[in-house]
């Protein structure tokens, strides 16, 4: 049901009067318009072109004291000299709660094919991060919906974690487990340069009806602009704030923080920024940390923001620039190896590579000690696998690879099991698997 509040919104957010430039040059991909140098500001919206079906966006990335360096939504193809360009103002989004259920784009329009509003407050997209001083520590341990997260790699209330994957190794799907599993209030999902195809499935098969039921889903797909992709990545933390402000604990999955710098790239480069580190220009580094920092626990009359930011690492290379950046800002990694995907083990955790800040305080000394036997085992194994596997091994050599042994598949299965009791449950059977692995060894 509209109410008042949601209508008012849209009736002011269009504006009396606009101020209209003039296409001067075309160069590269960009625009150059006179005639707004005094008006606009770095990162406005304009529009190109006749306004409605005709016209394209585009956004502000350069200004001189003659004129202003447009990047359009699209190539520039058909745009003539003289054509209009009307300045539209401050990029903000004003998120609502009648978004829960719902797909957008960036810009807050509906891609579901039904009607949707403003909400009454309207909020920057490149929002401030908490104060440091007032923001709270990392909250409760969350029941996950899958064992390896209950357990060897705790997610906590307000923490921010990393998934780091190739394409093909179950990424999407792992993403869709932890936004139906995961306990929160509701979840913000931003597929950021997602293939088409992908986001209808996304929605409708993977997360389902239940799933969509507490998600907010904002889309920009690959064909789209770097703009549009960009922008994407901030809607979508921006939306996270809306609804965090109402002390709410929201879920924030960003699929993938690669595509948002790669789009960074593309719109630093055309606004005469140099690359510098693998074609990444310096500015990289700090608008992937300043989206980042903007999640994680709130201040003390707000909720928390618990967020999941996927990584493309192309040939397992943890150590590419967005990876390297990644890691150092945020609480903790998920790495997902190929080779443990080709055998047919999903979610393709390596473990060993994976880490949770947020132990050892999100777990009991006793838990804490099965996890560091579980990992123990897996690491004895890890070391020893080339030679066990050529045969080269005698058992009875040595009790910690016997052990290891032992433990190795239980432990390997124990992996990729779903969990829909609760955190201790996951617990008791991480340690039947540690406890059968002692009797098997002792026989």
Known sequence: MI?????????????????????????????????????????????????GARGRLGEVIALSGQAITVLPDGDVEGLGIGEAV???????????????????????????????????????????????????????????????????????????????????????????????????????????????????????????????????????????????????GWTAMAVAEHFRDRGRHVLLLADSITRFAEAHREIALAAGEEGSLRGFPPSTAQQITSLCERAG????????ITAVFSVLVAGSDMDEPIADILRGVLDGHVVLDRKIAERGRFPAIDLLRSVSRALPGAASDAENTLIAAARQRLGTYDRSEMMIQAGLYSPGSDPMIDAAIAAWPRLDAFLAEGEWENTQASFRRLAACLVEEKSDTTQ
């Not at 003039?22 to 140098?37: D, F, K, P, Y």
């Not at 784009?105 to 891609?111: E, I, Q, R, Y």
């Not at 626990?297 to 928390?304: A, K, L």
Request: net charge positive.
């Open 3 to 51: 109410g008042f509040e949601q209508l008012a919104a849209e009736v002011s957010a269009t504006p009396a009067m606009y101020h209209v430039g003039r296409v001067a040059r075309i160069h590269r991909g960009t625009v150059e318009a006179t005639g707004l140098s005094a008006v606009a500001g770095l990162a406005d919206l304009v529009e190109i072109g006749v306004p």
């Open 86 to 232: 009307r300045l539209l103002g401050r990029s903000d989004i004003a998120p609502d709660d009648s978004w829960i259920g719902r797909v957008i784009d960036p810009f807050g329009k509906a891609l579901d094919d039904r009607p949707i509003l403003r909400g009454a407050e309207s909020r920057p997209l490149r929002g401030v991060p908490a104060n440091p001083t007032r923001r709270r520590p990392l909250g409760a341990r969350l029941e996950t919906g899958m064992a390896v997260f209950n357990t060897l790699l705790p997610i906590v209330r307000g923490q921010r974690i990393g998934l780091f994957a190739g394409s093909g190794v179950g990424k999407s799907t792992l993403l869709a487990k932890l936004a139906r599993g995961v306990q929160a209030d509701l979840v913000v999902i931003g597929l950021i340069g997602e293939r088409g195809r992908e986001v209808r499935e996304f929605v409708e098969r993977v997360l389902g009806p239940e799933g969509m039921k507490r998600a907010v889903v904002v889309a920009a797909t690959s064909d789209q602009s770097p703009m549009v992709r960009r922008r994407c």
């Open 297 to 304: 626990p709130g201040e003390d009359n707000q909720g928390d």
